[in-house]
């Protein structure tokens, strides 16, 4: 995310906002993404909204980057998205259809379910109060418009216990936090 909270568009143009790409535009640190390689080993799911999904699934089966996820399963929340529109070659995927559905996914046995991208479902799920941790890379630019994970709406306080922090030389922060119940 930007320092200023925004987390539209960091890979690229192509996503719409008029500074896509400000991820690309930051020195490259190795050590500054070790923070993805430590959430695989916790991650016993991971969780998209829609856009993301349809995003992520046509790149992500296929890349070596991305393969330690392939196993995991995915769960993508959408109302409208259709169970034929699933991608084969990439495990389990399941469609929640609403934060209830989520709500019911979080009591039953399991561990940590990641959410990439999908800032407006990490919002909406966030208001919910079904998200219990942060992990945010904030990198060094002020965007002042676009996508958030954190929700405008007026509500009660949320506090927040750091677990984790670094700083890296290219400017990039880890802050990871837990939500406080």
């Given at each position: 995310m930007s320092l200023d909270g925004v987390v539209d568009s960091p890979g690229g143009k192509a996503e719409g906002h008029r500074s896509g790409g400000w991820v690309m535009g930051t020195e490259f640190v190795p050590e500054a993404y070790s923070l993805k390689a430590e959430e695989l080993e916790e991650t016993t799911a991971l969780m998209f909204g829609r856009r993301s999904y349809e995003a992520?699934?046509?790149i992500w089966p296929g890349s070596e980057d991305h393969a330690g996820y392939k196993d995991l399963?995915?769960?993508?929340?959408?109302?409208?998205l259709e169970k034929d529109a699933l991608v084969d070659g990439w495990g389990e995927i399941t469609v929640l259809r609403s934060a209830e559905d989520v709500a019911e996914l979080k009591r039953s046995e399991g561990g940590?379910?990641?959410i990439h991208g999908s800032a407006e479902l990490a919002r909406r799920l966030a208001d919910a109060d079904l998200?219990?941790?942060y992990h945010l890379l904030v990198f060094p630019v002020l965007l002042a418009a676009g996508k958030s994970v954190f929700s405008r709406a007026d509500r009660d306080q949320q506090n927040l216990k750091l677990r984790d922090s670094a700083a890296y030389s290219n400017g990039v922060v880890k802050l990871v936090y837990d939500v406080v119940r």
């Amino acid at each position: 995310m930007s320092l200023d909270g925004v987390v539209d568009s960091p890979g690229g143009k192509a996503e719409g906002h008029r500074s896509g790409g400000w991820v690309m535009g930051t020195e490259f640190v190795p050590e500054a993404y070790s923070l993805k390689a430590e959430e695989l080993e916790e991650t016993t799911a991971l969780m998209f909204g829609r856009r993301s999904y349809e995003a992520f699934a046509p790149i992500w089966p296929g890349s070596e980057d991305h393969a330690g996820y392939k196993d995991l399963p995915k769960y993508v929340v959408s109302s409208t998205l259709e169970k034929d529109a699933l991608v084969d070659g990439w495990g389990e995927i399941t469609v929640l259809r609403s934060a209830e559905d989520v709500a019911e996914l979080k009591r039953s046995e399991g561990g940590p379910i990641f959410i990439h991208g999908s800032a407006e479902l990490a919002r909406r799920l966030a208001d919910a109060d079904l998200i219990d941790r942060y992990h945010l890379l904030v990198f060094p630019v002020l965007l002042a418009a676009g996508k958030s994970v954190f929700s405008r709406a007026d509500r009660d306080q949320q506090n927040l216990k750091l677990r984790d922090s670094a700083a890296y030389s290219n400017g990039v922060v880890k802050l990871v936090y837990d939500v406080v119940r």
